[in-house]
């Protein structure tokens, strides 16, 4: 199989739109079912509502915190069915040295193993079951941040599972392809 990954020269939220296009592409693409993303503001989940409101996918957001996000966006997502969670308010873990290396592809990539840890914990998913997880360079020490640049296909585990490795070594493949992320 021969598929694009599209890499941006800057990160952050200049990229959210193209990033969610290409994420809703490759879910319709895939036939998959469930986008997951990351949403610290409600920015990216605003946006998310307009680029998949004509599609069967359903969105699931995750932000960081309750009081970051925005309340009225919040009710709007919570009438329209849509799944929210809080990081701040769902237990995973996962080794420090173990983020740091997905940091080192991008900060997207080491979020969108978080979104996987979350909704598999919060059974917002099927384990095993493939997602198209979104996610970014947050608003935090840099000027670009605040929005997604970063879009894999990924399975969801729960982070008690983490550090299994399952026998075949094609099932241990979480991140099945790199849809996009900052260069």
């Known amino acids: 199989m021969e598929q694009k990954i599209v890499y941006f020269e800057k990160a952050g939220k200049i990229n959210t739109e193209q990033t969610l296009m290409l994420a809703k592409e490759r879910a319709e693409t895939l036939g998959l079912q469930k986008v997951v993303l990351s949403s610290s503001s409600g920015f990216t989940s605003r946006m998310a509502l307009k680029i998949f409101q004509d599609t069967n996918i359903q969105l699931v957001v995750i932000g960081t915190s309750r009081a970051g996000f925005q309340q009225d966006l919040l009710t709007i ?25 997905y940091r080192k592809v991008s900060e997207g990539m080491k979020v969108v193993m978080d979104l996987g840890m979350i909704v598999a914990e919060e059974e917002l998913t099927a384990e095993n079951k493939e997602i198209v997880a979104v996610a ?39 991140i099945k392809e790199i849809i996009c992320k900052p260069r």
């Not at 009438?79 to 040295?97: H, L, M, T």
């Not at 399975?155 to 026998?167: A, I, Q, Y």
Request: glycine share 10%; aromatic share 8%.
């Open 77 to 101: 997502l919570e009438q329209k069915g849509i799944p929210v969670r809080f990081s701040s308010e769902v237990e995973y873990a996962y080794p420090e040295v173990v983020m740091n290396a």
């Open 136 to 174: 970014g360079t947050g608003p935090i020490g840099f000027d670009e941040g605040g929005g997604a640049d970063t879009a894999v296909v990924m399975v969801p585990r729960k982070s008690e599972d983490f550090h299994k490795l399952p026998v075949k070594k094609e099932d241990r493949r979480d």
